[in-house]
């Protein structure tokens, strides 16, 4: 009688590589199933920059450099048009006696920034009387002549004001003292003050609320 010692090893080696073959089957699987679903590095997608016109008011019969008008965080090339009573010549806007002026500018997309278009309608409005234009400030931001006001009276300094505009900032300075006769109302005297305010000309809406409570 014969007596095969080998088949039951023989069947448990077939098994037992049959079995890690079969995971190693299933885990290439499953690593390449995980691999093509993982998202390409690198890829970022572009943002829509901000255009904030910096004023709605233009003078009439006026040439103004389209690039005053707004401000933007894109570099990207700049295309000016007009429509109604201004035209344009090189990126310079000149505007007639009266109506609207409406300016399109349209910005191609560069670096992090896709191309935008933007347009606003300009009103072209006479300079008022008895109102200076603030140095280096658009032509449409205009402030109270007093340098011919009668002031708070003979006993008391002129009243003096004072604007300027430069790096996104408007500031403005005021002895405090009134354009029209001053009539005393209670105990405290009129003193000449020296009064500071600076604004941003490119508001922002802030992420968060700030109190002023003192």
């Known amino acids: 009688m014969k007596r095969h010692f080998f088949a039951p090893t023989l069947r448990?080696?077939?098994?037992?590589?049959?079995?890690?073959?079969?995971?190693?089957?299933?885990?290439g699987a499953s690593t390449i199933s995980g691999a093509s679903a993982?998202?390409?590095?690198?890829v970022v997608s572009a943002k829509s920059p901000t255009i904030?016109?910096?004023?709605?008011?233009?003078?009439?019969?006026?040439?103004?450099?389209?690039?005053?008008?707004?401000?933007?965080?894109?570099?990207?090339?700049?295309?000016?048009?007009?429509?109604?009573?201004?035209?344009?010549?090189?990126?310079?806007?000149t505007t007639k006696e009266s109506g609207t002026c409406k300016v399109k500018l349209a910005?191609?997309?560069?670096?992090?920034?896709?191309?935008?278009?933007?347009?606003?309608?300009m009103q072209i409005v006479s300079t008022s009387a008895g109102s200076l234009t603030a140095s280096g400030c658009p032509t449409s931001v205009k402030f109270p002549d007093l340098s011919a006001a009668a002031g708070p009276g003979s006993a008391y300094a002129k009243p003096k004001v004072s604007v300027s505009c430069g790096n996104d900032i408007m500031t403005v300075t005021s002895n405090g003292m009134t354009?029209?006769?001053?009539?005393?109302?209670?105990?405290?005297?009129?003193?000449?003050?020296?009064?500071?305010?600076?604004?941003?000309?490119t508001p922002k809406v802030a992420s968060s609320a700030t109190s002023i409570k003192q």
């Open 52 to 93: 904030t016109w910096k004023t709605t008011v233009l003078a009439p019969s006026t040439k103004v450099a389209a690039s005053t008008l707004v401000v933007t965080n894109s570099k990207g090339t700049k295309t000016w048009s007009v429509t109604g009573n201004c035209t344009i010549k090189k990126s310079s806007i």
């Open 179 to 201: 354009g029209y006769t001053f009539v005393p109302k209670t105990p405290n005297a009129l003193k000449e003050q020296a009064y500071t305010w600076k604004v941003s000309t």
């Open 12 to 27: 448990r080696s077939c098994g037992a590589l049959g079995l890690a073959s079969l995971l190693a089957f299933a885990t």
């Open 38 to 42: 993982a998202p390409s590095p690198g």
């Open 107 to 121: 910005i191609a997309a560069k670096g992090a920034y896709k191309a935008k278009t933007s347009t606003k309608t």
